[in-house]
């Protein structure tokens, strides 16, 4: 009789454990969760550099991030926390992002959205420079399968020359195309394709040491000749850099510093082969990258680059998207 009275209990206990399950919605922890649905998944768009932590050490990495600021993830984690990661930048497919790596190094990961989450595999090193790398962009089309990069000799001397490459995406021997005035002092940036990837656009900084004479000039080159085919004057300005090209159309958007009002970055544009004068809507910020249908762009706080902030193109609105996040390169 103890035994049956113990089992009619045990089954009791199970029924009234059963019916609080399906009444609070509360899951069997033994049993494997739902995959998450599509609507959750990533969608990465922005990519940035980051950090992440391992115990007491911090690790740089490179991130990626949907165009609203969410399903933020690392991609690649540097293997050690003195290595310095910049600038990632997405390919034309947007299926891999490319970094510098310390001074001298290109690396790239695809980037692919496994159970919802992005994630970043086959790192490969696409070239190993002599001289220090200051500025590198992939190409506009999947079919040109280049990469522009600019590397600098004499950083911190009296003289920096300056020299813009091209290399095949999977790694190889770079091509010259273009390099600066030996004996002036050059600080070239900002390397950017144009959409039909004809020409490359970068930011010429230069001073004359000997004459104490400057320029500032952003150059539009001939991607496969180095010709120079477009100039725009821009030595009114202070400190213009951080140029990108519109994915249509010859617009390019970079940021300049005003020292005239406390030292304030502004979005400026120039449109090429126009010799229209640059434009500037007074909006603050730094960092420009422009959406994959040119409507939009995304900007670094002019307070603060740590925070993302997004506007219209030309205009004037800034929308704050996202905060701890250096800026970021937009998906084509």
């Known amino acids: 009789m103890k035994k049956l009275l113990c089992l009619l209990f045990a089954l009791s206990f199970a029924g009234m454990v059963a019916s609080c399950k399906q009444d609070s919605g509360i899951s069997d922890p033994m049993k494997p969760m739902k995959a998450a649905s599509s609507a959750s998944s990533a969608s990465p768009a922005l990519t940035y550099t980051s950090s992440a932590k391992s115990g007491r050490t911090t690790f740089p990495t490179i991130a990626v991030m949907d165009s609203d600021g969410t399903h933020a993830a690392n991609v690649y984690t540097a293997g050690s926390s003195t290595t310095a990661l910049s600038n990632p930048c997405w390919s034309p497919d947007g299926k891999s992002v490319l970094w510098g790596e310390n001074t001298s190094v290109l690396k790239a990961c695809d980037v692919s959205v496994v159970s919802g989450v992005a994630t970043g595999s086959n790192t490969r090193t696409i070239t190993t420079d002599s001289r220090t790398i200051v500025g590198k962009a992939w190409c506009s089309q999947s079919s040109t399968q280049k990469i ?133 809507q007074n909006t603050l910020g730094s960092n420009p990258t422009w959406s994959p249908s040119d409507a939009n762009l995304m900007v670094g706080q002019e307070a603060n680059t740590n925070v993302v902030e997004k506007m219209a193109a030309f205009g004037t609105t800034l929308t704050t998207i996202t905060t701890g996040k250096n800026p970021v390169k937009w998906k084509r």
């Not at 091209?166 to 190889?172: F, K, Y």
């Not at 005035?181 to 656009?201: C, E, F, L, N, Q």
């Open 148 to 280: 522009a990069y600019i590397d600098q000799a004499g950083i911190n001397n009296s003289y920096e020359q300056g020299y813009l490459y091209t290399i095949p995406q999977g790694g190889g021997t770079p091509t010259l195309l273009f390099s600066s005035t030996a004996g002036v002092s050059h600080y070239m940036r900002s390397p950017t394709w144009s959409p039909d990837d004809k020409y490359i656009a970068f930011i010429d900084r230069s001073a004359d040491n000997t004459n104490q004479s400057h320029s500032s000039i952003l150059r539009v080159i001939d991607a496969a000749t180095g010709v120079q085919a477009d100039t725009a004057d821009l030595t009114s300005l202070f400190q213009a850099e951080n140029c990108e090209w519109a994915r249509s159309g010859n617009a390019i958007a970079f940021n300049d510093m005003d020292t005239n009002s406390g030292a304030h970055f502004h979005i400026y544009y120039y449109t090429a082969f126009s010799g229209n004068a640059i434009t500037t």
